[in-house]
């Protein structure tokens, strides 16, 4: 089967509260299609909830990003990859990745992240207290959706805060998907450098943080890499700060344009946690960290996928199956939408999914309570939207209240 011209990955989205016509039309058709992806390759596409699981789930489909048909959706992709020396977690299959995956697991267990809780809710409130003394209106973004996550994170890995315009300039030239093949391997290895340096000084003087800990355990088990750890630390810097910060923004103004669904948890704050599931589901703003290899012939929803064919698992498609999720066009916080895909399924669910449910929680509630008259100055149709990421947001969100 040959993709058609019309589907090529990835498609941009130009509104936060409705899907592209082409993954409605997708998924009305078949569980699986094939598509054009950047550099010309083509790749097969899973848009249903149920394929969606399966694939994930499944051990013959891989992880390696140095597969030859791996399905990068940003061009250049493989790019990056030029001077790594040793996969990153994100990449690795079974049993190496059930390996590492353990040796950092307790770092994010339900109870770890839970001590976390007083020190994020202080600086939710130290944001939001800058927020309001200072001028109307404001950026949302700048005031509290990027710095939430930026500082849990340097704080979590024992990154300095100073450097955080540094490593979010990078972060972003490596999602955003007009950044040139030459440009997006300069950031990642600019990235990299840096952590290397970080590392090294960790190495000599370990420091109770997270990649101190690391180092101090690794060393102590006779199994410590300088290079994994780079990888370590450069997967959990890109991956903690800009999907939550997204969410942040895109939760925000679901909830401003929904003022009778965020009666609920203003009502009742238990909610919230519940309300954060659909609010995941609703926006899925990654989508590239499903992409995967076939290592053998698998049948699928009725198609056999081909040894060394790529597959890209759409996320936002997957969350918004009719099938699963009734009326899925409506934001409904009460609707218990766990079983979502939103942090993927299967081996590779997202390790950190526990902190940034936190992270959410505590800044709607805290957000809603302190700033009831909060509203947007734009209609949501009007807010600038990252067309050229691969991980979907808004740049700004101008507030008042």
């Given amino acids: 089967m040959t993709a058609t011209e019309e589907l090529r990955m990835p498609v941009a989205r130009t509104c936060p509260f409705s899907q592209p016509e082409q993954y409605v039309r997708m998924r009305e058709e078949s569980a699986l299609q094939r598509v054009q992806i950047p550099g010309g390759k083509e790749a097969w596409v899973a848009v249903r909830h149920e394929e969606a699981r399966q694939i994930l789930g499944d051990r013959r489909f891989s992880s390696d990003r140095f597969l030859p048909n791996f399905p990068f959706l940003a061009e250049g992709g493989a790019a990056i990859l030029t001077n790594v020396k040793?996969?990153?977690?994100?990449?690795?299959?079974?049993?190496?990745?059930?390996?590492?995956?353990?040796?950092?697991?307790?770092?994010?267990?339900?109870?770890?992240?839970?001590?976390?809780?007083?020190?994020?809710?202080?600086?939710?409130?130290?944001?939001?207290?800058?927020?309001?003394?200072?001028p109307k209106p404001a950026d949302l973004v700048e005031k509290l959706s990027l710095p939430v996550p930026s500082l849990v994170i340097c704080e979590l890995l024992g990154v300095p805060y100073g450097d955080h315009d540094y490593f979010q300039e990078r972060t972003m030239a490596l999602i955003r998907r007009s950044t040139s093949v030459e440009?997006?391997?300069?950031?990642?290895?600019e990235l990299r450098g840096y952590l290397s340096g970080l590392v090294a000084a960790?190495?000599?003087?370990?420091?109770?943080?997270?990649?101190?800990?690391?180092?101090?355990?690794?060393?102590?088990?006779?199994?410590?890499?300088?290079?994994?750890?780079?990888?370590?630390?450069?997967?959990?810097?890109?991956?903690?700060?800009?999907?939550?910060?997204?969410?942040?923004?895109?939760?925000?103004?679901?909830?401003?344009?929904?003022?009778?669904?965020?009666?609920?948890?203003?009502a009742d704050p238990g909610k919230t946690l519940l309300a954060v599931e659909e609010l995941l589901r609703y926006f899925t703003i990654v989508?590239?960290?499903?992409?995967?290899?076939?290592?053998?012939?698998?049948?699928?929803?009725?198609?056999?996928?081909?040894?060394?064919?790529?597959?890209?698992?759409?996320?936002?498609?997957?969350?918004?199956?009719?099938?699963?999720?009734?009326?899925?066009?409506?934001?409904?916080?009460?609707?218990?939408?766990?079983?979502?895909?939103?942090?993927?399924?299967?081996?590779?669910?997202?390790?950190?999914?526990?902190?940034?449910?936190?992270?959410l929680q505590i800044v709607f509630d805290t957000l809603f309570r302190r700033v009831p008259t909060l509203t947007c100055t734009l209609p949501a149709a009007e807010l600038p939207v990252k067309k050229d990421a691969t991980i979907f947001g808004l740049y700004q969100l101008p507030v008042t209240w």
């Avoid at 020190?119 to 207290?129: A, K, P």
């Fill in 86 to 134: 040793q996969k990153a977690m994100i990449g690795m299959d079974a049993p190496e990745h059930g390996e590492a995956r353990r040796e950092v697991l307790g770092e994010f267990t339900v109870k770890r992240v839970e001590a976390m809780r007083p020190r994020i809710q202080e600086i939710v409130d130290g944001l939001i207290d800058d927020l309001l003394a200072g």
């Fill in 183 to 189: 440009d997006r391997k300069k950031a990642s290895e």
């Fill in 202 to 266: 960790k190495e000599k003087d370990p420091t109770d943080d997270l990649l101190g800990r690391q180092i101090v355990k690794r060393r102590e088990e006779g199994t410590y890499d300088h290079d994994a750890m780079i990888g370590l630390a450069f997967l959990l810097l890109v991956a903690g700060h800009e999907t939550t910060a997204n969410m942040i923004s895109l939760g925000t103004i679901g909830l401003l344009e929904n003022p009778g669904q965020r009666a609920t948890i203003e």
């Fill in 287 to 359: 989508e590239g960290a499903t992409a995967r290899v076939a290592t053998e012939d698998v049948e699928i929803g009725g198609v056999t996928i081909k040894a060394g064919e790529g597959v890209l698992v759409l996320g936002y498609a997957a969350n918004w199956d009719p099938e699963v999720f009734e009326s899925p066009e409506k934001l409904d916080l009460e609707r218990g939408a766990r079983h979502h895909v939103a942090f993927g399924f299967g081996p590779h669910q997202c390790l950190g999914q526990n902190l940034a449910r936190m992270e």
